[in-house]
């Protein structure tokens, strides 16, 4: 990051936060394809894994059907790199056979709640804050025990980055509580035990 | 990796190829403490992400009970990096809201099939060629549709990848035929439709 802010490289910001959008993705993809067309070499930095909930599909989608070349480098999600840098696996042999990332509104609008209930796998949930309550909800009252172990990363992998854990029945009054907000990933599921058992001997991984 | 080889680190090759491990699990584990109890700097360099199926937590538990201090780097599970490097966004808006990941071998023992197969989520299989007829036997058993797109990346984001791209009901055939075997990820999903749209002007990512 550093080396493309020192770079002589062109710089476009077209970032995203919650709700708040530089530049629509409409807007990013024409751009992607204008620059292109114009003999540029076009790098687009996506925060994370392109194709992790990244819309890094449509973007080539449209540049494809463009007549742009192109190619993907994949990245760390911050599905996986925020549970590491809080000390939660993930997957363990010990715990579920799988894993399945959601985002939180997406999962709102068309995902089968009951089939997601009863598959024994650790849930990861990214933009999942706003929508934590009915989510919560929609999985007890599916069938995941509410007992269910539930860790919140707040800023993973950053200096400040901040970690509750408790319960699927209980998390939402401990966010609420200790003021945990967006941008944050959510993990459901007995992985989150295991930080318990290192956390002690856990000295993150800050601002690298 | 270059700059590994060149160090002047001691190294130590723990790795691991589908039943033939140079170094039991117990045996790095033990490795690990004994190092960081001589007063080591130790980096355990694991393939990919060590929280996707890496046993990383393992390692991380055993770590903490013998009172070694450490901390975690995310990294590019294949899981993330095969599909990017063959054109497969493993979620796009256009299809599933989820995508979920299990491996061959522990799906087959103790993974909730039947939830899997109504959960409309990109499927990621790793290290499922061994497993693989009976794995999609199962799927198709338990309600998947047989006509789900299926790709089969070996050797991803390699120079040497190959990817095979077919149908739920096909797919075996097809991977005998063309001879296609481990390293291999597997990728269960319509988003292997996008592929097709934009393989013309893919040009892979190979050996970084």
Redesign the interface.
């Known amino acids: 990051m550093e080396l493309l802010e020192k770079s002589k490289a062109e710089k476009v910001n077209a970032g995203k936060r919650a709700g708040k959008h530089r530049m629509k993705q409409e807007e990013i993809n024409e751009l992607l394809v204008k620059l292109a067309k114009e003999g540029k070499s076009v790098l687009r930095l996506k925060a994370g894994?392109?194709?992790?909930?990244?819309?890094?599909?449509?973007e080539?989608?449209y540049?494809?059907?463009n007549?742009?070349?192109?190619?993907?480098?994949?990245?760390?999600?911050s599905a996986?790199?925020a549970?590491?840098?809080a000390?939660?696996?993930?997957?363990?042999?010990d715990y579920d056979?799988?894993?399945?990332?959601?985002?939180g509104k997406?999962?709102r609008?068309?995902?089968?709640w009951?089939?997601?209930a009863?598959?024994?796998?650790t849930i990861v949930i990214l933009m999942g804050m706003n929508t934590l309550e009915e989510n919560v909800k929609k999985l007890i009252e599916n069938g995941k025990d509410p007992e269910t172990p539930v860790a919140v990363v707040q800023w993973g992998?950053c200096r400040k980055q901040r970690v509750v854990c408790s319960t699927l029945k209980n998390i939402v009054n401990e966010v609420r509580e200790k003021g945990i907000t967006s941008p944050a990933v959510v993990v459901v599921g007995d992985?989150v035990r295991?930080r318990d058992?290192?956390v002690?001997?856990?000295?993150?991984?800050f601002d690298?």
């Open positions: 894994d392109p194709f992790i909930f990244g819309r890094g599909g449509e080539m989608e540049l494809a059907k007549g742009v070349k192109f190619f993907v480098v994949p990245g760390i999600s996986v790199a549970p590491a840098c000390g939660i696996p993930i997957t363990h042999r056979p799988a894993v399945v990332f959601i985002t997406e999962a609008e068309r995902l089968n009951k089939a997601l009863e598959l024994n796998a992998c992985v295991v058992k290192i002690e001997f856990f000295e993150g991984f690298p």
